[in-house]
């Protein structure tokens, strides 16, 4: 049976101790091996290692956070490459697990036994940044996956090695101009990759659903913006149902 052989958190060196701690303290209930990486932090950025994966504009494009943040997923493609992982799974540093973290781990199990009949070189969105779903009128009973035109956003994610491989590989030729997501988008739009949504989803960002401070965004964890994000998904939610 296919696993998921390691976990990459997309984590900076300075400003989010708090959700290191957090994240320390509960993955450990996954199951699953776990590496925070910076090594495209802020503070060891080189105008070397940003034109390595980079287009020679990006810092125009982009601020050094997001560039930064987006050099993180990409480095640790390479890692997950130099370990020769049949699956990784990718995290920025604030996931939310709905249900409880004790059900993660067997909920993505269910996701893998899906992901083994789909054809190689596909990312699996697992969270509702955007708060789109996939129409009702495509539910099928027991299905999990659902084919997708966009990501939702880079908050968690999991993608196969032929997935990986082939990303690296265009960057090679392309270096990337965009933020990560962008990126993923591109990249399904010219077929390099095909992006699935699990549903229901698995995971939710704190930054977006405000019980973590948001440090790109500057935003700050607030009850109101729990209720008004809570207030958002069921709306957009009883949408998709209606569908």
Not at 13 to 30: C, D, M, N, V, W
Not at 138 to 165: F, M, N, S, T, W
Not at 185 to 206: C, F, S
Request: include cysteine; aromatic fraction near 12%.
């Amino acid at each position: 049976m296919a696993e998921i052989g390691h976990i990459y958190v997309i984590h900076a060196l300075k400003g989010y101790e708090s959700h290191k701690a957090r994240l320390q303290e509960i993955l450990p209930f996954t199951g699953i091996d776990f590496t925070f990486v910076t090594d495209g932090d802020p503070s060891l950025l080189t105008e070397v290692l940003i034109n390595r994966y980079f287009d020679k504009d990006i810092k125009t494009t982009l601020s050094t956070g997001v560039l930064s943040c987006t050099l993180n997923h990409i480095l640790s493609y390479e890692k997950m490459v130099e370990t020769g992982l049949d699956y990784g799974l990718f995290f920025e540093n604030d996931p939310f697990f709905l249900g409880g973290i004790e059900g993660f781990r067997p909920k993505v199990d269910s996701l893998l036994l899906e992901a083994e009949e789909l054809e190689p070189g596909f990312i699996i969105s697992l969270e509702n940044t955007t708060l789109r779903f996939p129409k009702k009128s495509r539910l099928r009973k027991g299905q999990k996956l659902y084919e997708a035109q966009q990501g939702r956003a880079a908050g968690a994610y999991i993608v196969d090695r032929v997935g990986v491989e082939r990303m690296l590989a265009d960057l090679k030729t392309r270096p990337c101009n965009t933020v990560i997501d962008w990126w993923h988008n591109d990249m399904i739009d010219r077929g390099i990759i095909k992006m699935y949504w699990a549903h229901p989803v698995l995971t939710e960002q704190g930054s977006h659903n405000g019980k973590l401070n948001a440090g790109i965004s500057s935003k700050n964890a607030s009850v109101f913006r729990q209720w008004k994000w809570n207030a958002q998904k069921a709306y957009k939610y009883l949408l998709h149902r209606i569908r």
